[in-house]
């Protein structure tokens, strides 16, 4: 058997081709739909009501475009909705945050591990619950640097405003016990050469790399992988379009079929793509 069917990837911005990058890169023939909502980021900051309502909406989107199977690219949706949408649709769902947890707690071996995420993220504990649950005498901190995200999306990862804000944020992180990273928010991995530079002696942890290996297991075991040799990536977005695309193609370095823009939920009525 075998399965042609997209994977879906979700996330609230363009940090999610960072999940795309890696399922490129694990399942190279995979057929991948990714949706981005540029027109309502940053999730990082809104309500837990809305975060939901903005991610089934995504999922539902992707659900219409015939997925087998949905990667949360993106840690605030999956701190705050995955659990809730799991339980109103059958389609296999798998987050960043437990593979991310995982992999820090394997590779740490001070036991103090860091996190850096959205406000949101951070505040919901997700990672120091999930990482307490592997092993309780982890010591964990968690960063807020929701200024990263702006700073992806607004193509300034080379800044000298980056490097401040880099150095501001992590500074608890430096010549300290914490030997580890996590980057959870799928934006930060575009700065791990920046972040590297100013906490050279630090383990960084994309979980992106573990939560595709986690989705190539469960593609494995469900007989769900495609034999096919020839796949196609189509990226969608909500927001503005020559951002995205220009980034999208710099970051994902292969042959995209299709960039558009969709239209979901009433937030932005623009009802030129609508259904």
Known sequence: MSDHRPIGVLDSGLGGLTVVKEVIRQLPNENIIFIGDEARMPYGVKTREQIISYTREMVQYL???????????????????????????????????????????????????????????????????????????????????????????????????????????????????????????????????????????????????????ITKGYLTDNKLLTDQDNRTIKLYTTGSISEFSKLAKRWLQTDIAEISLVNIGGSNERNNHSN
């Open 63 to 213: 659900i219409s475009q015939d997925v087998k199977l949905i990667i949360y690219g993106c840690n605030t949706a999956t701190a705050n909705a995955l659990a809730q949408l799991r339980t109103e649709f059958t389609v296999p769902m798998i987050g960043v945050i437990k593979p991310g947890a995982q992999a820090a707690v394997k590779v740490s071996k001070t036991g103090s591990i860091g996190i850096i995420g959205t406000e949101s993220t951070i505040n919901s504990k997700s990672y120091s619950q999930t990482i307490a649950a592997i092993d309780s005498k982890v010591n964990v901190l968690g960063i807020a640097a929701q200024k990263f995200v702006s700073i992806v999306e607004a193509d300034k990862i080379n800044s000298q405003e980056a490097e401040d804000n880099i150095s501001e944020t992590l500074l608890p992180f430096k010549d300290s016990d914490y030997d580890t990273l996590i980057l959870g928010c799928t934006h930060f991995p575009m700065l791990k050469t920046q972040i590297n530079k100013y906490l050279p002696k630090i383990t960084l942890i994309d979980p992106a790399v573990s939560t595709v290996e």
